[in-house]
Every structure is written in C-alpha cells, then in structure tokens.
C-alpha cells in the first residue's frame, strides 16, 4: 500500500509540474513530453475512436475478402439512428471539454482544446444540415425505415420470421414503383436533393445487402421466404437511385459552359464560413486582391528573365524556349533525381534544414496514369513522386503537351514541393510527432508548407538562370491565378471555360494541362478552399518566418523543426505556439499575415 501511495504522489507531482511549467518557444529539451502530447491529446484519441465506433457500428456491414466484415466507413448518409449517436457523442464531448481548466494548461493543451472544439462544432453542424436535408428527402423514401428497422435487428442477430420479411420487402417494392411513377411526372429536382436522394437509397441498397448477408443459408425459414423478394428489391433500389439522379436539374451557374467541366459554386457567404473555419481572417474580394499583388510582382520578375534572355518583353516566347526545353520520353525519372539531388545540395549549403536520413532515403517514384493525368496534368507527391509524363496511348498533341509542361525549368521549383522538404517529408514527420493531430490537417499547412519552401528557395537564389527563373515563377503565377479562378468561379463570377483562358492567357498554361487543371479543381473532391491554400498558406508562413528567423528569434533549422513537430494545424494556431501566444478559450481567427511589403 505504501508502494502504491507513493506511486499516486508521484503522479500527483508530475501532472502538477506539466501543468504549472513555463516552456519557452525556442526550448529544445528532448525529454519534454509536449512534443508528442497536451493535457487535451487523450480526449482528442478517444473522441476520434469513438466516432469511428459509432461509425462501424451503425453503418452497413457486408462481407469482404477472405469472408472477414467489411464496414462501409465512406457510406455517404447516416441513417436516423446513426446521426441521433454522433449529436450525442459530440454534445458529450463538448460538455467534457467544458469542465476542463482551460487556463491551467499549457500552451500546447489550449491549441488542442481550441482546434477540438472547432471540430465538434463543424461535424453538428454538418450533422444539423444532413438531418434538415433528410427531412426534405423522406416524401421520396417513405419505405425507409422499415429497412432501417430490418437492419438494426440484424446487428444484434434477432431471429426474423422470414415470411414477415419477405411480404415486408414485397411491399416495399411495390412502394417505390409508386414514387417511382410519382416521380416521372415531376421535371426536375434541385440537384443538391437529387444527389442526396440517391446517396439515401444506395445507402438503403448497402444495408439490405448487409442484411441479407447475415441471414441467408444460416437461417432456414430467411433462406427460403426471402432470395427473390431480396433479388427484385435490390433491382428496383437501383433502378429508383438512378431515376432520382436524372432528375437533378443544374443551375445556370452549374451548367456546362462547353468545357465540359461542371460544379457547384457554393457562394460568397459559404466561402466566408470556410475560411473562418481555416482560420483565415480575410474575405474572398481580399484574397483576389492579395492573389493581384502577388501576379504584379511575378510579372516584374518575369519580365526581367525574358529581357535577359533577349526576347525583351516578350515574355511568351521566353517561356515558349523553356517549354521546348523537355527531355526524351523515357528520361524524366532521373531528371526527377537530378533536380532533387539540386534541391538538396542547396538546402544543405544555406543550412536551412536537417533533414531525417530516413525521409531523405524512403521517397519513391511511380509513373502516373494517362487517366489520372486528365485531371492532374502535373507531377504529384506524397509518400512517393507520381510522375506525370506521355505515356504509349496519348495522341501525339497530347505526348507535345505534357512534355512540354514538365520540362526541366518548369520542374525544377517542384520536385522538393513534392518530396523533401515538401510533402513527403511532411508525411514522414506528421506520422512521428503528435499523431492524435490528424484531424486538425489543414491544406493551408499541407500545401503552404510545400509552397513556402518555393517562395524561400526562390528567396535564396536556387534559380540561377533565368531560365531557372522562369520555371519557377510559371508555377508561382499559377498558385496566384488559382486563388483568383477559384474564387471567382465560386462568386458565381466565371464559368470554368473563363478559368481554362485565364490559366492559358495569363499563366501560360498548355491547353490541355489547363482543362485538366480547372477540371482538378471542380470535380476532383477538392474542397473549394483546397487551390487558394497553396499560395495563401505558404504566405502565412512566410510571414511567421519574417517574424521569428528575419527579426533574429530563431534560426532558419530551429524554426522549420519546431513547425514540423507540431504536426498538421492551421498555421495562426502554429504562430500562437511559437511565439508564446496561447489562445483564449472562445478563440476567433485574427491575424493578418500578408504584407506587400
């Protein structure tokens, strides 16, 4: 008993010691624990192990290879019964953190009980408008609990009486040729409701699936009464899920333009609450204006390299001589390695990052598919560089342009953005510090960082030529158009055909890798965020950099270490780390990071 007194004082100590310690910005101390936790990192674990238990539970189960259950965690529409336990379990957690001492704890607790509560508060009000959508939707499902009914039996292995079930899908059938013929006689449905709709009963489809999963050949009665009535309802879900997706009627902003490309612009007033959400306190019209600034200053510098290359101001042509510049097919993968190697060197020689020997051996390359190159034109990376070059099946203009687009000057600003210091190092060191941050990820970090580490090599003369030059300011000019297309687009300002010009016109974009650019953009699940953080979150850290490295605090190494062990978060939440700037409980987005200065 002694032992174990003395074991709880001891405890007692500790946690007093973590929760009265004054740790500076700049310390290094390897044995402190707030490099890898907070006071808030338990509840962030089991919040997130929670959901993904209610998740399992109540979504469709059937079975996948090997006979093992297959939970469908991607189902696109909680049922009733689900989304009532996510409100709950979120509510729960919001009353948990409530009674916490918020102004106990360090630093490192008050950034993870600002960004946990954000994300409790996003995922009810997610869950708010699903139920409010459904609520539309049920006039076009009145047959859907019976099924969610069948379903929730069958998780806990009630015995079915499988005549009842079989006269219950039986009507059910005839249910939806009823409001299938209802249906017929409407013209349309907004399309937001019709995509809902069939998202509904596809998901009803995977539950009765599940269903008939568990009970067929194990349950005599179930596996006499139900294999035709099941087979004849899983048909007409199909065939109603299709029904309720051609109705959908897109707006005029929806449309296509004759790009071929279509969307949803979401709105000024979305975008606004999108950005707060990512803490970023500027509304769209600044931004585009920020995004002109910074063009301004490219073409300034553009304009330079092309008179330096002697094509005066003629800055097309310029680019066109760096175009033509690409290597035979079969050669880009060790040009990759070539330009990587550079990067290194450089990086090495300015002493402005260590780099894990680990991260710097493990990257690996793929060669991206001709499909997937219709919407990613250029290379892209993570754990490994996906390489995006002609491939045996491409039309010969098609071969000319991506050729021309992944030349060696354009390349050369990229390849660390993709590898290292850039993505793959962020891969590397997100799954090695501060691991319960995951859901906090943010493409404002993600890119930005990638995109800082351009704006800094660039900085430092990693482009000597101008050549060198205007590879590397083809792709920043980019990132500035992307906040303006993006935004525009989503304004209800320009159709996607006027974003395709603007990338081709202004940018000097292949027509081709333009399409497919803005094809990226609207179609490819990004968020409608997800292009402007490119250049606006490598613009947040490039101010933190000027506060922290330019003014003397901090060494260009101790920042970018200090950055990348606190994981994946917005970036102001970044800067109230480093600069000793805890956050108030009821926190509000309000730093204004970008000067033109």
């Given at each position: 008993m002694k032992h174990f007194n003395f074991f709880k004082f001891s405890c007692c100590c500790l946690l007093f010691f973590l929760s009265k310690i004054e740790i500076s910005f700049?310390?290094?101390?390897?044995?402190?624990?707030?490099?890898?936790?907070?006071?808030?990192?338990?509840?962030?674990?089991?919040?997130?192990?929670?959901?993904?238990?209610?998740?399992?539970?109540?979504?469709?189960?059937?079975?996948?290879?090997?006979?093992?259950?297959?939970?469908?965690?991607?189902?696109?529409?909680?049922?009733?019964?689900?989304?009532?336990?996510?409100?709950?379990?979120?509510?729960?957690?919001l009353d948990q953190l409530a009674k916490l001492d918020f102004d106990a704890m360090s630093i490192y607790g008050k950034v993870d009980y600002v960004l946990l509560k954000r994300n409790i508060d996003d995922h009810l009000r997610d869950l708010a408008i699903e139920e409010k959508q459904y609520g539309q939707l049920t006039k076009y499902i009145p047959f859907a609990d019976k099924l969610y009914q069948l379903e929730k039996g069958r998780r806990r292995g009630v015995t079915v009486n499988g005549q009842e079930v079989a006269g219950m899908l039986n009507s059910v059938n005839k249910e939806i040729k009823?409001?299938?013929?209802?249906?017929?006689?409407?013209?349309?449905?907004?399309?937001?409701?019709?995509?809902?709709?069939?998202?509904?009963?596809?998901?009803?489809?995977?539950?009765?699936?599940?269903?008939?999963?568990?009970?067929q050949g194990y349950d005599p009665l179930y596996s006499w009464w139900v294999p035709e009535p099941y087979e004849t309802l899983d048909s007409a879900l199909m065939a109603y899920a299709k029904l309720l997706k051609s109705k959908g009627k897109l707006t005029t902003s929806q449309k296509d333009d004759g790009s071929g490309i279509t969307g949803v612009p979401i709105g000024r007033e979305e975008l606004i609450r999108q950005l707060q959400a990512e803490m970023i306190n500027y509304n769209p019209e600044e931004l585009i204006e920020i995004a002109n600034k910074e063009f301004a200053w490219c073409d300034k510098e553009l304009l330079k390299a092309s008179q330096e290359m002697g094509f005066k101001d003629d800055w097309k042509s310029a680019q066109?001589?760096?175009?033509?510049?690409?290597?035979?097919?079969?050669?880009?993968?060790?040009?990759?390695?070539?330009?990587?190697?550079?990067?290194?060197?450089?990086?090495?020689?300015?002493?402005?990052?260590?780099?894990?020997?680990?991260?710097?051996?493990?990257?690996?390359?793929?060669?991206?598919?001709?499909?997937?190159?219709?919407?990613?034109?250029?290379?892209?990376?993570?754990?490994?560089?996906?390489?995006?070059?002609?491939?045996?099946?491409?039309?010969?203009?098609?071969?000319?342009?991506?050729?021309?687009?992944?030349?060696?000057?354009?390349?050369?600003?990229?390849?660390?953005?993709?590898?290292?210091?850039?993505?793959?190092?962020?891969?590397?060191?997100?799954?090695?510090?501060?691991?319960?941050?995951?859901?906090?990820?943010?493409?404002?970090?993600?890119?930005?960082?990638?995109?800082?580490?351009?704006?800094?090599?660039?900085?430092?003369?990693?482009?000597?030529?101008?050549?060198?030059?205007?590879?590397?300011?083809?792709?920043?000019?980019?990132?500035?158009?992307?906040?303006?297309?993006s935004l525009n687009y989503h304004?209800?300002?320009?159709?996607?055909?006027?974003?395709?010009?603007?990338?081709?016109?202004?940018?000097?974009?292949?027509?081709?890798?333009?399409?497919?650019?803005?094809?990226?953009?609207?179609?490819?699940?990004?968020?409608?965020?997800?292009?402007?953080?490119?250049?606006?979150?490598?613009?947040?850290?490039?101010?933190?950099?000027?506060?922290?490295?330019?003014?003397?605090?901090?060494?260009?190494?101790?920042?970018h270490d200090l950055m990348m062990k606190e994981n994946n978060i917005p970036v102001e939440m970044l800067r109230a780390t480093l600069t000793n700037q805890p956050p108030t409980r009821d926190f509000k987005t309000k730093w204004k990071f970008y000067s033109s200065k």
């Open positions: 700049a310390q290094t101390d390897k044995f402190n624990l707030y490099s890898q936790t907070s006071e808030v990192a338990g509840f962030i674990i089991q919040y997130d192990q929670d959901l993904i238990a209610i998740r399992n539970f109540y979504s469709p189960v059937t079975l996948g290879r090997g006979g093992y259950a297959n939970y469908s965690r991607n189902q696109p529409l909680n049922s009733p019964e689900q989304r009532k336990r996510l409100v709950e379990i979120d509510n729960s957690y009823a409001v299938s013929e209802n249906l017929k006689k409407i013209e349309s449905l907004d399309m937001p409701l019709a995509t809902f709709a069939e998202q509904a009963v596809k998901g009803l489809q995977a539950r009765l699936k599940g269903v008939n999963e568990f009970y066109e001589k760096v175009k033509n510049s690409y290597v035979p097919a079969g050669s880009q993968p060790e040009l990759i390695l070539k330009l990587y190697n550079d990067a290194q060197r450089f990086i090495k020689e300015y002493d402005l990052m260590d780099i894990p020997p680990i991260a710097d051996e493990t990257w690996a390359m793929v060669m991206m598919t001709p499909e997937r190159q219709l919407v990613n034109p250029f290379f892209t990376g993570g754990t490994e560089i996906s390489i995006s070059y002609p491939t045996s099946t491409m039309s010969h203009e098609d071969k000319l342009m991506s050729m021309r687009g992944n030349n060696p000057y354009f390349s050369r600003g990229t390849v660390q953005h993709e590898l290292v210091p850039g993505h793959h190092l962020q891969y590397y060191m997100s799954s090695h510090y501060k691991t319960y941050r995951e859901n906090f990820r943010t493409a404002f970090y993600t890119e930005g960082w990638a995109l800082y580490w351009e704006l800094l090599l660039y900085d430092k003369g990693f482009a000597k030529t101008p050549e060198e030059r205007i590879g590397m300011l083809f792709w920043r000019m980019h990132r500035c158009a992307r906040i303006i297309f304004l209800g300002k320009w159709t996607p055909q006027q974003c395709i010009n603007f990338l081709v016109d202004r940018v000097g974009h292949e027509k081709a890798n333009a399409e497919g650019e803005v094809r990226r953009s609207f179609e490819g699940g990004y968020s409608p965020l997800y292009q402007v953080a490119y250049l606006l979150g490598g613009l947040q850290i490039w101010s933190l950099k000027n506060e922290l490295v330019d003014n003397g605090k901090m060494t260009y190494k101790k920042f």
